[in-house]
T-cell receptor, first 110, second 117 residues
Framework: DAKTTQPTSMDCAEGRAANLPCNHSTISGNEYVYWYRQIHSQGPQYIIHGLKNNETNEMASLIITEDRKSSTLILPHATLRDTAVYYCIVRVANDYKLSFGAGTTVTVRA | GAGVSQTPSNKVTEKGKYVELRCDPISGHTALYWYRQSLGQGPEFLIYFQGTGAADDSGLPNDRFFAVRPEGSVSTLKIQRTERGDSAVYLC???????????????FGPGTRLTVL
């Protein structure tokens, strides 16, 4: 029973912003939205997380809709090294498990 | 600083054999996790340690799988009587604290690719 829905794949151009959508229509009030990515042959890497406010760090921005039923991860200036599988994960506060879905395979093209 | 390391990086074994996979977490991290990733899928949770004890082993698929963390640092995942369906990448992760688990970032190792022939 997947808690998130993401597109299977998407392409984006190097140097442009990449906008990765995620639907989580059944999210509860105490559940956070996390994003991880996995570059080929590596372990997953944390990107960002949020509860209801938009968040920004050195890697990306996370925009969460007011009803919290969906979110968008924004990579502001995609590079070839951003090619990876991106996972959107809904996680209850104080829950140690990460429940990964299939993610979105993002290919950045020159 | 050093990240999570896993050894071996690749392991090929025959059906029915016993294997051990090792994880060295980031120094000082009290929480350690094992996940399994099959081809084309996201990682699946296996077991979680807080210190030396297994706080949750609900993800272990059956009693052929066992994991230990005797001194609260290095962990070993043990698989008995391996089957071809055990072939996957086994990932280990660690994090620093559960007091603010919502803030916990899990740091993953590169994984061990297990192939059972």
């Amino acid at each position: 029973d997947a808690k998130t829905t993401q597109p299977t794949s998407m392409d984006c151009a190097e140097g442009r912003a990449a906008n990765l959508p995620c639907n989580h229509s059944t999210i509860s009030g105490n559940e956070y939205v996390y994003w991880y990515r996995q570059i080929h042959s590596q372990g997953p890497q944390y990107i960002i997380h949020g509860l209801k406010n938009n968040e920004t760090n050195e890697m990306a921005s996370l925009i969460i809709t007011e009803d919290r039923k969906s979110s968008t991860l924004i990579l502001p200036h995609a590079t070839l090294r951003d090619t990876a599988v991106y996972y959107c994960i809904v996680r209850v506060a104080n829950d140690y498990k990460l429940s990964f879905g299939a993610g979105t395979t993002v290919t950045v093209r020159a | 600083g050093a990240g999570v390391s896993q050894t071996p990086s690749n392991k090929v074994t025959e059906k029915g054999k016993y294997v051990e996979l090792r994880c060295d977490p980031i120094s000082g991290h009290t929480a350690l996790y094992w996940y399994r990733q099959s081809l084309g899928q996201g990682p699946e949770f296996l077991i979680y340690f807080q210190g030396t004890g297994a706080a949750d082993d609900s993800g272990l698929p059956n009693d052929r799988f066992f994991a230990v963390r005797p001194e609260g640092s290095v962990s070993t995942l043990k698989i008995q009587r391996t089957e071809r369906g055990d072939s996957a990448v086994y990932l280990c992760a660690s994090s620093s604290s559960l007091r603010r688990a919502s803030m916990d970032e899990q740091f993953f190792g590169p994984g061990t690719r297990l192939t059972v022939l």
